[in-house]
T-cell receptor, first 118, second 110 residues
């Protein structure tokens, strides 16, 4: 089975700290995504990557950056954490459309990282 | 821009009922549609994936249908159980990026 692992489930950080959220997938997926999820706002895309060293801004990239040095790892970076970045962060991965795959390009999610910025 | 709407936003039913969750989308040019379940404080778990060429998919007590031309999908849950209580989200994929609905929060009470 595909596994998407988010290394930190719960974090508490101070305002102004640099925060790294790590995500690793074990199925050689090209596409990886970072979302944040807030009550009443649903899932909002922060960044996505369709290949190593490639990244594209999503709907809410301000205050965030990402790194994809290896295919299996996609990191979300908060350069200077602020209280309005307190949220649940979800990482996901999928194969590129058109790739032969019995799962038909299913999107797989990690368990989520709860970040509190104080 | 693709928009995905899920109705109802919340649903509370007694155990044993058959129920239908709805997902509608504005752009019918999609590759697939996926239904997820999310338990409180957890990530999303994939339930069913329907390719654009398919009409439905079944897994146990779950059946998902897709009518691409009308921009609609339904998730049918048979004989609901308290363990089915969760938020159910649908996502449509027309390119690299899936578009998610805001989910239907389901409570099944004993």
């Amino acid at each position: 089975d595909v596994k998407v692992t988010q290394s930190s489930r719960y974090l508490v950080k101070r305002t102004g700290e640099k925060v790294f959220l790590e995500c690793v997938q074990d199925m050689d997926h090209e596409n990886m995504f970072w979302y944040r999820q807030d009550p009443g706002l649903g899932l909002r895309l922060i960044y996505f990557s369709y290949d190593v060293k490639m990244k594209e801004k999503g709907d809410i990239p301000e205050g965030y950056s990402v790194s994809r040095e290896k295919k299996e790892r996609f990191s979300l970076i908060l350069e200077s954490a602020s209280t309005n970045q307190t949220s649940m962060y979800l990482c996901a991965s999928s194969l590129t459309r058109g790739s032969p795959d019995r799962s038909g390009n299913t999107i797989y999610f990690g368990e989520g990282s709860w970040l509190t910025v104080v | 821009k693709q928009e995905v709407t899920q109705i109802p936003a919340a649903l509370s039913v007694p155990e044993g009922e058959n129920l239908v969750l709805n997902c509608s989308f504005t752009d019918s040019a999609i590759y697939n549609l996926q239904w997820f379940r999310q338990d409180p404080g957890k990530g999303l778990t994939s339930l069913l994936l329907i390719q654009s060429s398919q009409r439905e998919q079944t897994s146990g007590r779950l059946n998902a249908s897709l009518d691409k031309s009308s921009g609609r999908s339904t998730l049918y849950i048979a004989a609901s159980q308290p363990g089915d209580s969760a938020t159910y989200l649908c996502a449509v994929k027309g390119s690299y990026i899936p578009t998610f609905g805001r989910g239907t929060s389901l409570i099944v009470h004993p």
